[in-house]
Protein backbone atom coordinates (compact mmCIF):
# COMPACT_ATOMS: atom_id res chain seq x y z
CA UNK A 1 0.00 0.00 0.00
CA UNK A 2 1.34 3.35 -0.51
CA UNK A 3 1.91 6.01 1.47
CA UNK A 4 1.58 9.66 0.14
CA UNK A 5 3.02 12.86 2.01
CA UNK A 6 0.19 14.55 3.87
CA UNK A 7 1.56 17.86 1.95
CA UNK A 8 0.56 15.77 -1.01
CA UNK A 9 -2.53 14.70 -0.09
CA UNK A 10 -3.77 17.93 0.62
CA UNK A 11 -2.26 19.99 -2.77
CA UNK A 12 -4.28 17.09 -4.96
CA UNK A 13 -7.36 17.74 -2.73
CA UNK A 14 -7.32 21.00 -3.09
CA UNK A 15 -7.46 20.60 -7.36
CA UNK A 16 -10.74 18.42 -6.50
CA UNK A 17 -12.47 21.22 -4.34
CA UNK A 18 -14.04 24.47 -5.52
CA UNK A 19 -12.79 26.72 -6.87
CA UNK A 20 -10.43 23.58 -9.23
CA UNK A 21 -13.30 21.48 -9.32
CA UNK A 22 -11.09 19.04 -10.76
CA UNK A 23 -12.41 15.47 -11.95
CA UNK A 24 -11.61 13.30 -10.19
CA UNK A 25 -11.25 10.71 -13.20
CA UNK A 26 -8.87 12.99 -14.77
CA UNK A 27 -6.85 13.44 -11.56
CA UNK A 28 -6.54 9.67 -11.28
CA UNK A 29 -5.07 8.81 -14.91
CA UNK A 30 -2.49 12.06 -14.55
CA UNK A 31 -1.25 11.09 -11.08
CA UNK A 32 -1.91 7.43 -11.48
CA UNK A 33 -3.56 7.41 -7.79
CA UNK A 34 -6.70 5.28 -7.99
CA UNK A 35 -9.88 7.24 -7.67
CA UNK A 36 -10.94 5.94 -4.69
CA UNK A 37 -8.33 7.17 -2.91
CA UNK A 38 -9.68 10.58 -4.40
CA UNK A 39 -12.86 10.22 -3.57
CA UNK A 40 -11.69 9.67 0.43
CA UNK A 41 -9.14 12.44 0.06
CA UNK A 42 -11.69 15.02 -1.61
CA UNK A 43 -14.19 14.12 1.20
CA UNK A 44 -11.55 14.43 4.21
CA UNK A 45 -10.33 17.80 3.15
CA UNK A 46 -13.93 19.39 2.27
CA UNK A 47 -14.84 18.08 5.37
CA UNK A 48 -12.12 19.59 7.42
CA UNK A 49 -12.38 23.07 5.60
CA UNK A 50 -15.34 24.91 7.15
CA UNK A 51 -15.20 28.02 5.46
CA UNK A 52 -16.51 26.14 2.20
CA UNK A 53 -20.17 27.18 1.77
CA UNK A 54 -22.59 24.99 3.08
CA UNK A 55 -19.49 21.87 3.27
CA UNK A 56 -18.71 22.19 -0.33
CA UNK A 57 -22.28 22.23 -1.70
CA UNK A 58 -21.65 23.85 -5.05
CA UNK A 59 -22.14 27.17 -5.81
CA UNK A 60 -24.46 26.52 -8.48
CA UNK A 61 -27.35 25.01 -6.17
CA UNK A 62 -27.49 27.68 -3.85
CA UNK A 63 -31.13 29.18 -3.18
CA UNK A 64 -32.08 32.70 -3.22
CA UNK A 65 -31.99 33.49 0.32
CA UNK A 66 -28.28 31.61 0.58
CA UNK A 67 -27.06 33.95 -2.37
CA UNK A 68 -28.93 36.83 -0.51
CA UNK A 69 -26.76 36.05 2.46
CA UNK A 70 -23.62 36.46 0.45
CA UNK A 71 -24.39 39.35 -1.19
CA UNK A 72 -25.25 40.95 1.76
CA UNK A 73 -22.05 39.44 3.68
CA UNK A 74 -20.00 41.08 0.37
CA UNK A 75 -21.94 44.18 0.21
CA UNK A 76 -18.86 46.56 2.11
CA UNK A 77 -16.23 44.64 1.34
CA UNK A 78 -13.20 45.74 -0.87
CA UNK A 79 -11.73 44.27 -3.68
CA UNK A 80 -8.99 42.32 -2.04
CA UNK A 81 -11.87 41.75 1.04
CA UNK A 82 -13.46 40.37 -1.52
CA UNK A 83 -11.24 38.42 -3.44
CA UNK A 84 -10.15 36.89 0.00
CA UNK A 85 -14.07 35.67 0.60
CA UNK A 86 -14.37 34.44 -3.00
CA UNK A 87 -11.62 31.95 -2.50
CA UNK A 88 -12.36 31.02 1.14
CA UNK A 89 -15.73 29.92 0.17
CA UNK A 90 -14.13 27.98 -3.28
CA UNK A 91 -16.66 30.60 -5.59
CA UNK A 92 -15.71 33.75 -7.91
CA UNK A 93 -16.51 37.36 -8.20
CA UNK A 94 -18.76 37.15 -11.27
CA UNK A 95 -20.64 35.01 -9.90
CA UNK A 96 -22.05 37.25 -6.95
CA UNK A 97 -22.30 40.33 -9.41
CA UNK A 98 -24.19 38.34 -11.47
CA UNK A 99 -26.73 37.44 -8.36
CA UNK A 100 -26.55 40.86 -7.65
CA UNK A 101 -27.51 41.78 -11.41
CA UNK A 102 -30.22 39.11 -11.42
CA UNK A 103 -32.16 40.17 -8.13
CA UNK A 104 -31.83 43.79 -9.06
CA UNK A 105 -33.87 43.14 -12.50
CA UNK A 106 -36.13 40.86 -10.27
CA UNK A 107 -36.84 43.95 -8.41
CA UNK A 108 -37.06 45.69 -11.60
CA UNK A 109 -39.39 43.49 -12.87
CA UNK A 110 -41.81 43.67 -9.68
CA UNK A 111 -41.72 47.13 -9.69
CA UNK A 112 -42.79 47.54 -13.04
CA UNK A 113 -45.81 44.96 -12.64
CA UNK A 114 -46.81 47.10 -9.93
CA UNK A 115 -46.94 50.35 -11.97
CA UNK A 116 -48.10 48.91 -15.04
CA UNK A 117 -51.73 49.25 -15.46
CA UNK A 118 -53.87 46.26 -15.97
CA UNK A 119 -54.95 45.69 -19.59
CA UNK A 120 -58.50 44.71 -19.48
CA UNK A 121 -59.66 42.44 -22.37
CA UNK A 122 -62.03 43.59 -24.71
CA UNK A 123 -65.38 42.19 -25.70
CA UNK A 124 -65.28 42.75 -29.26
CA UNK A 125 -61.88 40.75 -29.40
CA UNK A 126 -64.19 37.22 -28.85
CA UNK A 127 -66.19 38.63 -32.10
CA UNK A 128 -63.01 39.44 -34.03
CA UNK A 129 -62.01 35.66 -32.83
CA UNK A 130 -65.19 34.31 -34.58
CA UNK A 131 -64.83 36.05 -37.31
CA UNK A 132 -61.26 35.00 -37.70
CA UNK A 133 -62.46 31.55 -37.33
CA UNK A 134 -65.18 31.44 -39.97
CA UNK A 135 -62.46 33.03 -42.32
CA UNK A 136 -59.79 30.09 -41.67
CA UNK A 137 -62.93 27.75 -42.34
CA UNK A 138 -63.39 29.01 -45.21
CA UNK A 139 -59.62 28.93 -46.56
CA UNK A 140 -59.46 25.70 -45.60
CA UNK A 141 -62.40 24.56 -46.95
CA UNK A 142 -61.54 25.94 -50.28
CA UNK A 143 -58.15 24.38 -49.73
CA UNK A 144 -59.85 21.27 -49.63
CA UNK A 145 -61.86 21.30 -53.01
CA UNK A 146 -59.07 22.57 -54.75
CA UNK A 147 -56.89 19.38 -53.35
CA UNK A 148 -59.96 17.36 -54.57
CA UNK A 149 -60.26 18.86 -58.11
CA UNK A 150 -56.65 18.30 -58.58
CA UNK A 151 -56.97 14.69 -57.59
CA UNK A 152 -59.72 14.14 -60.06
CA UNK A 153 -57.99 15.85 -62.79
CA UNK A 154 -54.67 13.69 -62.46
CA UNK A 155 -57.11 10.51 -62.59
CA UNK A 156 -58.73 11.59 -65.48
CA UNK A 157 -55.28 12.61 -67.38
CA UNK A 158 -54.23 8.92 -66.42
CA UNK A 159 -57.25 7.44 -67.70
CA UNK A 160 -56.79 9.47 -71.33
CA UNK A 161 -53.01 8.52 -71.40
CA UNK A 162 -53.62 4.37 -71.04
CA UNK A 163 -56.74 5.23 -73.93
Known amino acids: MTQYAEEFKS ?65 KLNELELSEYCRAKGMYQIQIDNWKRDMILGYQLIEKRKTEPVKEVKDHSYAELEKEIVRKDKALAEVTALLVLQKKFHILMEGRKEN
Open 11 to 75: SIAARMLPPNNAEVSALSKETGIPKNTLYGWRAKYRNKNSELPLNGKSVAKFTAVEKMAIINDTA
